[in-house]
Structures are given as C-alpha cells and as structure tokens.
C-alpha cells in the first residue's frame, strides 16, 4: 500500500467488527467541537473521529465549525464516504498532533475543512478517495502539508518546515496521482512546493492549474527505481528538479509570480493583478467551486490556483438627477458583466443624516434596472418643499458567489 494507509487497516478492520459503522442504510452523522456519545444526530453529535471512523457505507459526516484536537486519526473506514463542513459556514478546524485525516476508499470525499499538522501530515487522499476545498498547514522539518495518492483538487496546502514539500507522494507502488487548481507554497529553508518519489513502482502524476513555489524546488522527482513521470500543464512554477530518470511533459507553463492578498498571514487568494486569473484550463475535473466555496469557472474562465478570482466591486450606480413620481424615485443600478450569476442587495438613500428611503433589488450580472425607492414622508417634504433634494445613495451588495460590496453615489431628487 501506498502512504500510511497500511498503519491504518487493522484499526479500521476493528472499527467495523465492533459494529459501529455497518449501517444497513446510508446516514447523515454529525460532530461538534464538544460532541460526546455515539448518537451522532443533529440534537446530539459526537466527537469528529466517533462521527467519521464508525461511519457506514454511503453516510454523510457533517463537521459543525470549531476547533476540534482529536486523539487520533480521523478517516473514512469504508466506500463512499463524504465528511464535510457545514456550505456557508467557516470551515471546521482539525488540529492534529499524531494522526491525520485519511480518505482511503473509492467514492470517500472531504471537503470545506481546514487542517493543523504539528510535526506531522495533517491530510492524505488514498485508495480512489477525493480531497477537495481543503485549507492544510503543516510544521515540523520535512513534514509535507498535504499527502496525495489519489486525487486532491481545488485545495491550498502550506509547509513552513525546513526541507518540508506543500504537496508529497512517496509510494513503491503503480498508482495514478491526479492534481488540480491547488496553492502549494513551501516557506521553510530548502521547501519544496511538491515532491513525487518512488523506489520501485510505476508512477504517474498529473498536475494542471497548480500554483507550486519552494525555496528548494518548485517541483521535484526523485527516483530510484520503477518509473517516474509528471505531466505538468497551465500550471505557475518555475523550477522542475527531475532526478535519476524520471521525466516531465510539461505544456503552457506560466512563469510570472502569482499575486496573492497576504501570504505572509496566510492569505492565499489572488490578487486583482495576478497573472493566474483566466490563465488555467477549464475542465469539469477541476471541481464544482474553488477552496473558498466560489464557483469554479468565473467570467467564462477558470484560475490557475485553488483560488477562482471574483472581480465583483459592487453595483453600478449612474449618479445625476432624478425624478420623483406619485413619491417614488427611480435609481439606476447596474450588476457587472463577469461575476457569479446576480447582485442583490439594499439600496438606501440618505440626506444629511436620515433615510430618504430603502429598496431591495436582485439583478442578473450584465444588466442594468431602474429599482423604484419610495420616498419617506420626511423627504418628500423637504423636496416639495425646495423643488429638489440632495440625497447619497449606498448600495450593499452581494454577488452570487457571496462576495460582498458597498458603492454610492450622490443623487438629486427632483419634481
């Protein structure tokens, strides 16, 4: 077997002869940072690694938010298995310190989870499972964030020990590694941003839309014996180290440096001038949504990266004048080409330090509506009193991938 999946099948063996996880009948089973028992129900949830480890074939392990310091390894113990945290909600936080989240079985998923390594590979995809939207951090000299022998996509792994890879698949067995739209940022001396090795098997790696960055090595192959190859395609690097005989097919390499908000702090979203976005191949293997819950494919493109940027700023608002009819404003209020499906917001209009009024709106993206605001008794007032009034308009917005934003403009009312 490939990875630690091996130190790992004698305890799922036992799991499943105790009984606890042969379920005749698929399940939703949820955790909490302060569940208890085995109930594992909705009123009454259990620790993370009671929910997942005893889970039966087709069950759904739902990961309240929190911080979560399970004893021991966290994996999925049969097929078919999907542990995930809550659409919406922050991500859980699993902090491990001796085992690991392992998701070993075909058709097994974890998604929308972050996960804490201290001295030790905090996630492992194996055995035909899939990690998606996974946020990975790992410390301790050459401890790698992430561990793949599967297929990891659309997640960011980061490894702040000396000589430690982002991403790593060390197997002396033939498997097939899929890799795409992942941030691998290796930031201790000699780092390595992913690292494939093998002894004796047949190994192939297949990495598309990867952002891989290391002090040491961007990417680097290390082998000793069977066969090595990495496919490399629309991915940011620009170091490749391929050692004893192993090989590389690398096509449509981007070389500029990625620009992210602040990956100092560990922020790994794009900023507006990064050279990733729109730079990746699009692909239905690339995954639904990005590390952040954004759809995948943004203005008829797809990223280079775990992060799909979302160029929303806010709704468009024409400032100027604007006629007021039967105590009605009509404001012209636009949603952007490019974004994720709609705005939808509030607008308000403000003189001095009161309400002139508030509408709600809902737009689709590329289109502009005149969104009629009923006027306060107050305002109406005051403009028929002078024949105009100045108002401010503030427009809170949200497009449909949840990103938000605020604009205004200054608008006169008039009769």
Known sequence: MSGRRWAWTAAIGMCLMLGGSAQ????????????SGSTCSQQSPCAIQVAAN?????????VAPGDYFPPTSVFTPVANVSIHGAQGQPMPRIHFTT???????????????????????????????????????????????CLDFSTLIDSVCMASGADAPALEAQTNISITISARNLTLEASGSGGIGARFATASGNVTANLTNVIAHGPGSDITLDRTGGSLHANVDHSNHVSIAANGGATVTETNQQLAAPVF??????????AAHSP??????????????????????INGRTDIGADEFDPFTGVVLKKGKVKVKKRKAKVSIGCPAGIPTSCGGTLTLTFGKKTAGTAGFSIPAGTTRGLKVKITK??????????????????????GAGVSATTSAQLKLSL
């Open 24 to 35: 005749a009948l698929a399940a939703q089973r949820y955790a909490s940072p302060s569940g």
């Open 54 to 62: 005893n889970a039966g074939m087709g069950d759904e392990v739902i």
């Open 99 to 145: 085992g690991f989240l392992l998701i070993s079985n075909p058709g097994d998923r974890a998604s929308r989870l972050e996960v804490f390594g201290t001295n030790v590979s905090p996630v492992e995809s194996n055995g035909g499972g899939e990690i998606d939207q996974i946020v990975a951090h790992s410390t301790g000299s050459g401890t790698a964030a």
């Open 261 to 270: 908000v602040n990956p100092a702090a560990g922020d790994f979203r794009e």
């Open 276 to 297: 990733t976005i729109d730079a990746g191949i699009t692909s239905a293997a690339n995954g639904t949504f990005d590390f952040l819950g954004k759809p995948r494919v």
């Open 378 to 399: 107050k305002a109406f007032r005051k403009l028929n009193a002078k024949g105009e009034l100045d108002t401010r308009a503030t427009a809170a917005a949200t497009d």
